[in-house]
C-alpha cells in the first residue's frame, strides 16, 4: 500500500511539473484619460494607410492612386454640454511650399497626400468646419489619396508622409 501511494504521489508530481512551465508571457496595458466629450477609439488614434504601388506615368499625366478612406472613430460621446454640438478637426504636418492642401511626402518622389472631408481639400494647420455630432459612436470620414507635388517633376521610389490631428469640440 505504501509503495503504491508513494508511487502515486511520484506520478502526480511529475503529471504537475510537467505542466508548471509550457509559455509565458505578459500583457500590457495602456490608455489615456482625456478632458473631452468623446473618447478617440484605438484603431482610429494611431492609423496606416497603404497607397501601394502607382504608375509614375499616371502621376505625372495629373492622376492619382485610388482613394483611401480616413476615418476618426469617436466614442460614448456625450455632446449635451456642447455650443453647437460639434468638433473641429486640424490636420498638421510638412506641406509642398505654397500649397496648404498638399502633405508633403519623405523620399524623393515629389508626391504629395491630399485628405478631402466634407466637400473639401483639407487645409493643412486650418481646422475644418464643424462636423456635427451625437450622443454615443460616432465616424467622422475622410478620404485621401497621392498625387504628384504642385510644381515639381514626380520620381520614382518610395515615400512617406506623416499627418498629425487634434480635434476641437465646438
Do not use: R
Not at 485610388?66 to 476615418?71: A, I, T, W, Y
Not at 455632446?79 to 473641429?88: N, Q, R
Not at 511626402?105 to 494647420?125: F, P, Q, S
Request: aromatic share 6%.
Amino acid at each position: 500500500m505504501k509503495t503504491h501511494l508513494a508511487t502515486s504521489v511520484v506520478v502526480l508530481l511529475t503529471s504537475i511539473g510537467a505542466f508548471a512551465n509550457q509559455g509565458s508571457g505578459v500583457v500590457n496595458f495602456q490608455g489615456t484619460v482625456i478632458n473631452a466629450p468623446c473618447g478617440i477609439d484605438p484603431i482610429s488614434v494611431d492609423q496606416s494607410i497603404d497607397f501601394g504601388q502607382i504608375s509614375k506615368s499616371h502621376l505625372a499625366a495629373g492622376g492619382t492612386s485610388l482613394q483611401k478612406s480616413l476615418d476618426i472613430k469617436l466614442v460614448n460621446c456625450d455632446v449635451s454640454a456642447l455650443a453647437t454640438k460639434g468638433v473641429a478637426v486640424t490636420f498638421s504636418g510638412n506641406t509642398v511650399t505654397g500649397t496648404a492642401t498638399e502633405l508633403i511626402t519623405a523620399g524623393n518622389t515629389n508626391t504629395a497626400v491630399v485628405i478631402n472631408g466634407y466637400g473639401a481639400d483639407i487645409i493643412y494647420g486650418s481646422p475644418t468646419d464643424n462636423i456635427k455630432l451625437n450622443d454615443g459612436n460616432n465616424t467622422l470620414h475622410f478620404t485621401s489619396w497621392t498625387k504628384q507635388a504642385t510644381g515639381m517633376a514626380v520620381a520614382e521610389g518610395d515615400f512617406s508622409a506623416v499627418a498629425n490631428f487634434n480635434l476641437t469640440y465646438q
